[in-house]
């Protein structure tokens, strides 16, 4: 069973920076990609950013492309989400997934790091 660590999520004004961090328990696994997604209070969770661990193809959501960056490191097996200009409206918890074959959604989770925006 591969257990996610998440870490970096907290209270930050806005227009400030976090930078979020999660790898999986088991340093030697290898997935075929992670994502960090989040749930506002009172709202469905979302994709926020993925990407993928062979070759670091990434996606990001259009509502925080210019904002968000996610990027990995290979030789830490650690996923990062770099979030710049936070917004009010980034409120939410943070949950880091992944996902272990390309025959799967993401089937591992994190217990979620919260991240609070005070305007």
């Known amino acids: 069973q591969v257990q996610l660590v998440e870490s970096g999520g907290g209270l930050v004004q806005a227009g400030g920076s976090l930078m979020l961090s999660c790898a999986p328990s088991v340093r030697t696994y290898s997935p075929y990609s992670m994502a960090w997604f989040r749930r506002p209070p009172g709202e469905q969770r979302e994709l926020v950013a993925s990407i993928t661990w062979s070759d670091g193809e990434s996606y990001t959501a259009s509502t925080v492309r210019d904002r968000f960056t996610i990027s990995r490191d290979n030789a830490k097996n650690t996923v990062y989400l770099q979030m710049n200009n936070l917004k009010p409206e980034d409120t939410a918890i943070y949950y880091c997934?992944?996902?272990?074959?390309?025959?799967?959604?993401?089937?591992?989770w994190g217990p979620g790091t919260q991240v609070f925006v005070s305007s």
């Open positions: 997934a992944l996902r272990s074959s390309m025959h799967t959604y993401f089937d591992f």
